[in-house]
């Protein structure tokens, strides 16, 4: 079905299109639906640029306009990054936008680049996290930071989702105060992730990490902390769940993981599409990422079904959790401190089911989605964007 039968756009005239770039197009199916929907409920044209997954059929489905770009998630590319660059301000030119918001670190870079070519729009970022760059070092980092300092000022705001990340782009001088906006974490939709505390009683206790199958997430860490805790409780259930990216350099391999199966160490699920039946079943959830995450989602979805999370103290994922009120946090790349941890958790029922209590009531608190978007909108407003407040009670 074209897209033109789901919202008349006839009649909207160009000030009022958005533009929303990001990696891919499960990026903003997954944490910015109810920003895109409230665009087009206001009577914008709303477009969006990914590279071509699954969930573009989705956003075709919404009455929102889909645009190719390919973003290489590897690492520098110049050939790439330069069609990439040429391909955004084409579709800036086309759409003439008075706003776009690029998510994503090469989005960000590319995209603010391409915003030369196009007057009198404002510009957003959002950055989820510094990622694979800011860990190794080397030449990537050094493009990476100097591309920031020279184009983030450009923009209007860029919004940071955990405090570490934008205290230390101010301390680098990566970008103006008055322009480094903080709102923690893309948000959690509370009515689809909600607990079940009935389904929490297996007999086998249930430990569950769902990642982006890269060594930077934890993976090795998790399974050997699944190996160091089966010796003590062979009857404990060891869950890993995501998919693969194969095109990143830090991508897991395969036949680590089968040969981890074969062991019997864990259970490989696969990606799950309907990740809240599998957190509802879930005695502990388990992210030991050092990746520099923004705010890893997951560890929000699993606190808003009611359960437990153990994660590492970093940036992004402390953010997450509360030490010993929500879950526990564990010293990065500690397989042992974070079996202890894992053990802690699974000689106390008492203290998972308290545990799990008091996140979900944190993340109805501070993360709802609507509370996350009521916030972005207001960006939006106070950089001169005319768009309608969104009320929580909307």
Not at 142 to 163: E, P, R
Not at 177 to 188: F, H, N, Q, W
Not at 237 to 257: K, M, R, T, Y
Not at 276 to 287: A, D, R
Request: hydrophobic share 45%; aromatic share 8%.
């Amino acid at each position: 079905m074209s897209n033109h039968n789901k919202i008349n756009l006839n009649h909207i005239s160009i000030e009022n299109c958005v533009v929303f770039v990001a990696n891919r197009g499960f990026s903003l199916i997954n944490s910015r639906l109810l920003l895109m929907q409230w665009f087009l409920s206001s009577g914008w044209k709303v477009v969006a640029v990914t590279s071509k997954d699954d969930f573009v059929e989705k956003l075709s489905s919404l009455g929102v306009i889909w645009e190719e770009a390919w973003f290489d998630r590897g690492g520098l590319s110049l050939l790439q990054d330069i069609q990439a660059t040429l391909t955004l301000a084409q579709i800036y030119r086309k759409y003439q936008p008075c706003l776009i918001h690029h998510f994503n670190a090469k989005p960000i870079l590319l995209g603010n680049l391409a915003t030369f070519c196009i007057n009198r729009v404002k510009v957003v970022n959002t950055l989820t996290g510094l990622g694979h760059a800011f860990i190794h070092g080397g030449l990537t980092r050094f493009l990476a930071a100097t591309g920031y300092q020279l184009l983030l000022s450009k923009g209007d705001a860029t919004i940071f989702q955990n405090n570490d990340d934008r205290e230390l782009f101010l301390k680098e001088g990566w970008i103006p105060e008055d322009k480094a906006k903080l709102i923690v974490s893309s948000g959690v939709d509370t009515k689809r992730f909600a607990p079940n505390y009935t389904q929490h009683n297996n007999e086998a206790p249930q430990v569950l990490m769902v990642a982006r199958l890269l060594w930077q997430k934890g993976v090795r860490e998790f399974v050997e902390a699944a190996r160091i805790v089966k010796q003590r409780y062979p009857h404990v259930c060891f869950n890993l769940a995501g998919e693969w990216d194969l095109v990143h350099p830090d991508s897991v391999d395969q036949a680590w993981i089968q040969e981890t199966v074969k062991q019997e160490m864990i259970n490989f699920l696969g990606y799950l599409k309907n990740i809240e039946e599998h957190l509802c079943s879930t005695s502990i959830f388990v992210l030991p990422s050092f990746y520099r995450e923004g705010v890893p989602r997951v560890l929000l979805e699993a606190a808003a079904c009611g359960v437990p999370v153990v994660t590492v103290d970093v940036p992004g994922c402390r953010e997450a959790v509360v030490e010993g009120i929500t879950g526990k946090l564990v010293p990065p790349r500690n397989s042992q401190a974070l079996a202890d941890a894992i053990a802690e958790l699974l000689i106390s029922p008492s203290l998972r089911i308290q545990m799990g209590k008091a996140g979900r009531q944190r993340i109805e608190n501070n993360f709802d989605i609507r509370m996350i978007t009521e916030k972005q909108i207001n960006i939006y407003r106070e950089i001169g964007v005319n768009i309608s407040p969104l009320s929580i009670t909307s």
